[in-house]
């Protein structure tokens, strides 16, 4: 899933755990994605282009059900012993739980047990159906808007992010030879993105927290 869509799911979290603030929710939902751009700047985890298409090929270390239980594991303890508030740590764990499941349903074959092991290894695949991709994650983005009641603002947000990754999504062939000469390319864009998206739903959302409270002042 693209990075506007994992931030959407911070608005979810949100929703669920009102006391916990924003911007750590959206760095719980990206954690996972961090450590993929940290591990493939370092060449510990790798992708390929082969026949016209991105392959997201070995990512085990940041991608993996294991990888992902022992991070939301880690950061509940952090966070609990820091603030001794079980709720914020149980909000930032299941979004760092998030961004794997999420995964599961777009990557290809490549989401695996532990990252020791080449097999079992999951994924639905919609990452290979561009427009059927595009679709599921636009309606998802905008449900997770509904859910958190977000302003408008927020909600073109969502929108115009996804339309933006269409032609992502769509690459391939020789438009898709820069980033297979360049490996340092992906990584980069990608925290770009994260980067981008995370301060614009941060902006938004926030916007919107404080005015319903105008509207309804807390008693
Ligand atoms: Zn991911």
């Known amino acids: 899933m693209y990075a506007i869509?994992?931030?959407a799911t911070a608005l979810l979290v949100k929703?669920?755990?009102p006391a916990s603030p924003m911007f750590p929710l959206l760095v719980s939902v990206q954690l996972v994605e961090l450590f993929w751009v940290l591990f493939n700047y370092t060449g510990l985890e790798y992708f390929s282009v082969a026949n016209?298409?991105?392959h997201l090929d070995f990512l085990p270390w940041s991608h993996s059900i294991c990888s992902a239980l022992v991070l939301a594991a880690l950061s509940y303890i952090i966070l609990y012993?820091?603030?001794?508030?079980?709720?914020i740590a149980l909000a930032f764990a299941i979004g760092?739980?998030?961004h794997v499941a999420i995964d599961l349903v777009f990557h290809e074959h490549d989401i695996r047990l532990t990252?020791?092991?080449?097999k079992p290894a999951w994924g639905l695949g919609?990452?290979?159906?561009?427009l059927l991709d595009f679709t599921v994650e636009l309606l998802y983005g905008i449900c997770c808007w509904w859910y958190f009641k977000g302003s408008k603002k927020l909600l073109i947000t969502i929108v115009?992010?996804?339309?933006?990754?269409?032609p992502i999504m769509l690459a391939s062939g020789d438009s898709l030879n820069p980033i297979d000469r360049h490996h340092y390319l992906l990584p980069s864009f990608i925290l770009f993105q994260i980067l981008v998206t995370w301060y614009f739903i941060w902006q938004f959302s926030a916007a919107a927290h404080v005015h319903q409270h105008r509207k309804h002042p807390p008693k």
């Open 115 to 118: 990252p020791f092991t080449e």
């Open 126 to 130: 919609i990452i290979d159906h561009p």
């Open 160 to 166: 115009i992010f996804n339309v933006l990754d269409l």
């Open 5 to 7: 869509d994992h931030a």
């Open 15 to 17: 929703k669920k755990f």
């Open 81 to 87: 012993r820091s603030y001794k508030k079980h709720d």
């Open 52 to 54: 016209g298409r991105l």
């Open 96 to 98: 760092v739980l998030s």
